[in-house]
């Protein structure tokens, strides 16, 4: 990706901040029930982050309860998205 461009959050990073927040956890409570690391998982919600790593999404997805096929499809779906763009 082009350092200069600009950088917007991921359809995967609004889910993961839209879920954590549904639920009333800071980043801190996520960490401790996954082991992933708050910095790592705000830098996912606002786009700086963007292709985690299959245990990451597993992680998050299971503590946030959402669709596992859903959440990888959107990731796999931006990774493509970087890639052309990055061309």
């Known amino acids: 990706m082009d ?8 359809v995967y ?13 800071s980043l ?7 082991g992933i ?4 998982i705000h830098l996912l919600e606002i786009g700086k982050k963007r292709n985690p790593s299959v245990t990451t999404i597993f992680a998050l997805t299971n503590v946030y309860n959402l669709e596992m096929c859903k959440v990888a499809e959107m990731v796999v779906r931006q990774a493509q998205e970087d890639e052309i763009s990055d061309k």
């Open 3 to 10: 350092a200069n461009k600009e950088i917007s959050p991921t």
């Open 13 to 25: 990073g609004k889910l993961l901040q839209k879920a954590r927040k549904e639920k009333g956890w």
């Open 28 to 34: 801190q409570e996520v960490e401790k029930m996954t």
């Open 37 to 40: 690391k708050g910095s790592y």
